[in-house]
């Protein structure tokens, strides 16, 4: 210890060790180069080889400082994609703008209670907006709540209408406390459609629906006819 100096303890040799044996592989070696050694001190703690891969991805697409990797990989991100995510990840396969958003979806708030209303479950998300897009995965903004529009006389107000820059489309999210139903996705599909007729540009691609819900139903899903529509649990912490 004298010889090298205290930054060289047991623990940090290890971790350079560990570096070492990870990117020495000639595929992973340019992976080695892209972020600092904090952000590879945290990705170090990753027995699997494959979300260490997601995470230094994450990190360079989103500019990650190194504790907000570290609370990414604290909530269990990678976890909670679905294993055709993972599958398209591996197999470097093109990506759908709902690929990446996890199940379920982590919300920042003091809400605890088993019975919450819609309203509140809003505005905890509002509360926390940038934790909450950063849940949803890469590239969302924020347009607006309880977003106005009109279908024939009467008037429709979507939860939270957001954008993701990375896919050039608009995303409509609806908030739901209860299991998933079927008429939630006739619902969000409705609104999807509305934003693909009256606001999305011949250069945008097409709305994606997004329900977050207290439970989902598989079934549900299943045989609802649009594809561009996934549902997600919450989560709240």
Avoid at 2 to 27: A, C, H, P, Q, W
Avoid at 114 to 131: G, W
Avoid at 167 to 185: F, G
Avoid at 208 to 228: P, Q
């Amino acid at each position: 210890m004298i010889e090298v100096g205290t930054k060289y303890k047991v623990s940090n040799l290890y971790k350079m060790r560990k570096f070492y044996e990870v990117f020495s592989d000639k595929k992973l070696y340019p992976l080695g180069t892209k972020l600092c050694w904090s952000h590879y001190r945290e990705l170090l703690t990753i027995k699997n080889i494959d979300e260490i891969i997601y995470y230094i991805h994450i990190c360079e697409k989103n500019n990650l400082s190194r504790r907000q990797l570290q609370e990414r990989i604290k909530n269990r991100e990678y976890s909670r994609l679905n294993n055709e995510t993972k599958l398209k990840l591996i197999e470097s396969e093109e990506l759908k703008v709902n690929d990446l958003v996890p199940n379920p979806i982590i919300i920042n708030s003091d809400l605890f209670k088993e019975e919450i209303t819609e309203y509140a479950l809003k505005q905890a998300i509002l509360n926390n907006i940038d934790y909450f897009l950063g849940q949803l995965g890469i590239g969302f903004t924020y347009v607006g709540n309880e977003y106005k529009i009109k279908l024939g006389n009467r008037y429709n107000y979507i939860d939270l209408l957001l954008y993701n820059i990375k896919y050039k489309c608009y995303v409509v999210v609806e908030l739901k406390v209860t299991e998933l139903k079927k008429e939630h996705t006739g619902q969000i599909m409705t609104y999807m459609n509305y934003i693909d007729k009256n606001i999305k540009t011949i250069k945008e691609n097409k709305t994606v629906g997004i329900i977050i819900c207290k439970r989902d139903n598989k079934y549900v899903i299943e045989f609802c006819s649009d594809d561009r529509i996934i549902a997600r649990e919450y989560e709240l912490i």
